[in-house]
């Protein structure tokens, strides 16, 4: 059974940085593309970031540069280090995973990040 817990939400004040982690169960997660995903209240999931097996990482363009994803093996846990938030990524953020598998979809419960004064 495939499981993404994603403690580390919270309310941060703009400008300010927060990290989120999501430990994973149930895959190998060292083969495993991972990935985050946000979406706002009233509109659709948008892929942040994403990181493969091979450690190259993607970004959204309004994420470059301030939003760093990484993942220790070891620990079977990918993090998202966010900088510079902006009140309009006010979002609930979602781990994801292909668990390994092409076409695989996994999800995490996901985390309420606020991003206000």
């Known amino acids: 059974q495939v499981q993404l817990v994603e403690p580390g939400g919270g309310l941060v004040q703009p400008g300010g940085s927060l990290r989120l982690s999501c430990a994973a169960s149930?895959?190998?997660?060292?083969?495993?593309?991972m990935g985050w995903y946000h979406q706002a209240p009233g509109k659709e999931r948008e892929l942040v970031a994403r990181?493969?097996?091979?450690?190259?990482?993607y970004y959204a363009g309004s994420v470059k540069g301030r939003f760093t994803i990484s993942r220790d093996n070891a620990k079977n846990t990918v993090y998202l280090q966010m900088n510079s938030l902006k009140p309009e990524e006010t979002a609930v953020y979602y781990c994801?995973?292909?668990?390994?598998?092409?076409?695989?979809?996994?999800w995490g419960q996901g985390t309420q990040v606020t991003v206000s004064s």
């Open positions: 994801y995973t292909n668990g390994g598998t092409p076409g695989g979809e996994y």
């Open positions: 149930g895959i190998v997660f060292s083969i495993s593309s």
């Open positions: 990181i493969t097996r091979g450690y190259g990482t």
